[in-house]
């Protein structure tokens, strides 16, 4: 009898984290995201107290996120020794050291260098708690409570720091994110042992840097996906002027936007187990394909508020499906982390794909290929699905 595929089913690899497993998983989640999330307000505060010019500070912007990628790919191989929490947790003590050292720096060079380790913390911390979740009995569902943590923390965020910049309390900021890392640290316990159980006791858990097909294309999709999302936040308040809206409703539908955003990650927990993660991922895909179109079709204040808020329904709406899909297939331990790689490589590539468009053909080039990486992260994820589909039926056949 021929030995079936080594890759054990979800089924059989999943636990139950507990209100309180789940509660820390968000925790994590809001500190992983942290710097991403408040970098608009450090950028701003760099220029205005530090002296530095936009192109100094977007660098260090870019130092941070690539740090982070660094991170998130490092626990494709680091999670072969250490158990993911272990590296969560070492994450998120490097991320609060790094906070800490900002409080007392007044140097550029210094802050960008430190600023990489804390992006690296992040990265550590983001990645090893997907793959966490990646063992959920409904993953995707965990995802999305993690993503509402994050758009959470970033609306409270977007209230309260630019007050807090305003009258040079940034080590104020600092100190809070310090003391979350040191909450997420403390609370670490809280989830059940067999997650905190090293590596070394648990062969099935083992990840290396061979993934499956199905992983690496679903990877592809989340890349492109993070592309065009980063692109066309980063220049959403320069096309909505040159699409005719004022500052008044440029900042509203902005503002707007997050609160659309939570209710599409709040959407797609509730409804993600019964619809199927691949119908999540394309429809969520196509209502950002419309939401473009109409930007295109209709060049006016009223297309733009309206666009946005629905893009970012639609993404916020899909991105769950996409891990809880990497979580579902063989080897998912590889994949998660793999996609959270991808995620920061996104988030770094975006801004910069985006600049040399703006540069070259105007804003209008921006929602045109905006639109067409989120028709290829659809390619790239039907593939997914059928590559899936190709190894059950492999193995079906196997016995």
């Not at 028709?375 to 899936?388: D, G, K, N, S």
């Amino acid at each position: 009898m021929a030995v079936p595929d080594a890759g054990i089913s979800h089924e059989s690899r999943a636990w139950s984290l507990g209100l309180n497993g789940t509660l820390v998983c968000v925790l994590y989640s809001v500190i992983g995201g942290a710097m991403a999330t408040i970098i608009p307000s450090l950028v701003g505060a760099l220029v205005d107290r530090f002296g530095a010019t936009p192109s100094e500070a977007g660098g260090m912007a870019s130092v941070e996120l690539g740090g982070a990628a660094i991170g998130a790919g490092l626990v494709l191989v680091l999670a072969r020794r250490l158990s993911s929490m272990t590296i969560a947790v070492c994450g998120a003590i490097c991320l609060a050291a790094s906070v800490f050292a900002c409080m007392f720096l007044h140097s550029l060079a210094l802050i960008t260098a430190v600023w990489l380790v804390a992006g690296l913390g992040g990265g550590l911390v983001t990645s090893a708690i997907y793959k966490v979740g990646a063992r959920h009995p409904r993953p995707a569902r965990l995802y999305g409570l993690m993503l509402i943590g994050q758009m959470t923390f970033g609306f409270v965020c977007f209230l309260i720091l630019p007050t807090l910049v305003e009258h040079g309390e940034l080590r104020v900021v600092y100190a809070l994110l310090a003391v979350l890392c040191i909450a997420g640290v403390a609370l670490a316990r809280q989830l059940r042992g067999d997650v905190l159980m090293d590596a070394a006791d648990a062969p099935a858990l083992h990840i290396g840097l061979q993934q499956s097909p199905g992983a690496v294309l679903m990877s592809f999709a989340i890349l492109m996906h993070y592309v065009s999302t980063t692109m066309l936040w980063s220049y959403s308040d320069r096309i909505g002027a040159a699409a005719g809206a004022d500052a008044n409703l440029v900042g509203n539908t902005l503002a707007g936007s997050m609160a659309t955003g939570l209710a599409g990650a709040l959407v797609s927990t509730q409804i993600a187990k019964a619809v199927g993660d691949a119908l999540m991922i394309v429809t969520g895909i196509l209502m950002v394909a419309a939401a473009d179109l109409l930007l295109l079709l209709q060049h006016s204040g009223t297309a733009f508020f309206i666009s946005i808020l629905w893009t970012n329904f639609a993404v916020m709406f899909a991105l769950p499906s996409f891990f809880g899909f990497l979580a579902s297939l063989e080897r998912e331990d590889n994949a998660v982390p793999l996609g959270t790689l991808q995620s920061f490589l996104g988030l770094m590539i975006g801004p910069a794909v985006g600049a040399v468009l703006v540069a070259r053909a105007g804003f209008r080039s921006i929602i045109i290929s905006g639109a067409m990486l989120f028709l290829a992260a659809m390619v790239f994820t039907l593939a997914a699905i059928w590559r899936r589909r190709m190894t059950k039926c492999r193995n079906d056949l196997v016995f």
